[in-house]
């Protein structure tokens, strides 16, 4: 095979891509560090919403979730992330959910970590759970049992204020339990 030939065919080739994930809170500094990372890497260096970071005040009180890549079975690289905290009793608000680029046709993993935001809240004895969506995201919310409140604002940017329909998410007791999520599988190209 020559070089032109070699170097198609290598970027013809699809990466791989764990088939399993492990949604679950985060518990070990690795899981917190990447947590982070995919978080800048999102909202400061792909959306630009962010100069330098996107922490704030909240992170000082938040529960961060995550979605880890497998690879032989463990546990490999986050993913997937999104933060929850109680802000007013029993009352609840989930934000920075953040899925990675490479991981974004494994189209279960955001809708798996709203889940399990809803869920952990429900199972903390939340009435009320609330999250701001940017606008390219709102109809995934919708499918997911949320309601539009009101549109808003947040850094800039045009969001929708919605709220999850507890109903549709039971509660769960232990977050750090998680569960193991398969990714459907995807067409050969």
């Known amino acids: ?8 065919f290598l970027s013809s080739a699809q990466i791989f891509l764990s088939p399993d994930y492990l949604i679950r809170a985060a518990a070990h500094p690795w899981e917190l560090e990447g947590a982070r990372e995919l978080r800048h890497q999102v ?14 005040g909240v992170d000082d009180v938040a529960m961060p979730l995550v979605a880890i890549s497998t690879f032989a079975a463990e546990a490999d690289q986050v993913v997937g992330t999104v933060r ?16 990675a680029p490479s991981h974004r046709r494994q189209s279960r993993l955001g809708s798996e970590l709203i889940q399990l935001a809803v869920c952990t809240a429900h199972g903390r004895g939340c009435d009320r759970f609330l999250a701001h969506i940017q606008m390219q995201n709102v109809a995934l919310f919708e499918r997911l049992h949320w309601r539009v409140l009101r549109e808003v604002e947040i850094h800039g940017v045009p969001h929708m204020e919605m709220q999850a329909d507890l109903a549709a998410y039971p509660p769960i007791p232990d977050p750090f339990a998680g569960w193991k999520t398969l990714a459907p599988r995807q067409a050969a190209v």
């Open 1 to 8: 095979m020559s070089f032109l030939d070699t170097h198609t």
């Open 43 to 56: 909202f400061v260096e792909e959306q630009g919403i962010f100069d330098r970071h996107d922490r704030d």
């Open 84 to 99: 929850i905290h109680e802000y007013s009793p029993r009352s609840w608000r989930g934000s920075r959910l953040a899925v």
